[in-house]
């Protein structure tokens, strides 16, 4: 079973990378400095958890308890010219999967899923700086981090 999530979660960053989703589009969002996750993905989303893409940012993952959605948004810690940029976020019990993938600004995102009761897989990228948390925020399973310089 483990193995079968592994394949989803690669086919889903895959396809992360290569864009090739109506989910994903390419278009340069452009925000002010000081962005947050909850200005990207509504005032009803709360940080759960986050990951560092080095120095050069953070992915964020949050909840809305209200709907049962989790959102996931990737910021620069200092926005500027565009830059190769995508979130995304899977949960493996119903394969489903959103994310952003362009050249962005400030951020990428948001994407969002419905994640009540179940582990997500989620991260993203700036630059060559690449993050993923796989069996996250699920009392069961141990998450794992990985950061990748490509």
Do not use: H
């Not at 910021?75 to 959103?98: C, E, H, L, Q």
């Not at 994640?115 to 700086?129: M, P, Q, T």
């Amino acid at each position: 079973m483990r193995i079968v999530r592994n394949v989803a979660a690669v086919g889903a960053a895959t396809a992360l990378a290569v864009g090739g989703t109506v989910a994903f589009g390419a278009t340069t969002a452009s925000a002010a400095p000081n962005v947050t996750p909850q200005g990207v993905c509504g005032k009803a989303y709360k940080t759960v958890n986050s990951v560092p893409v080095g120095s050069l940012g953070t992915v964020y993952l949050t909840y809305n308890s209200a709907n049962g959605k989790n959102c996931v948004a990737t910021i620069r810690t200092n926005p500027g010219s565009a830059k190769p940029m995508s979130t995304y976020i899977y949960v493996p019990a119903t394969d489903d999967w959103a994310g952003d993938d362009g050249n962005f600004t400030s951020y990428a995102g948001p994407g969002y899923v419905y994640g009540k009761g179940y582990c997500v897989s989620w991260g993203g990228s700036i630059a060559n700086v690449y993050v993923s948390v796989d069996n996250s925020n699920c009392a069961s399973l141990k998450e794992q981090r990985t950061t990748e310089i490509r």
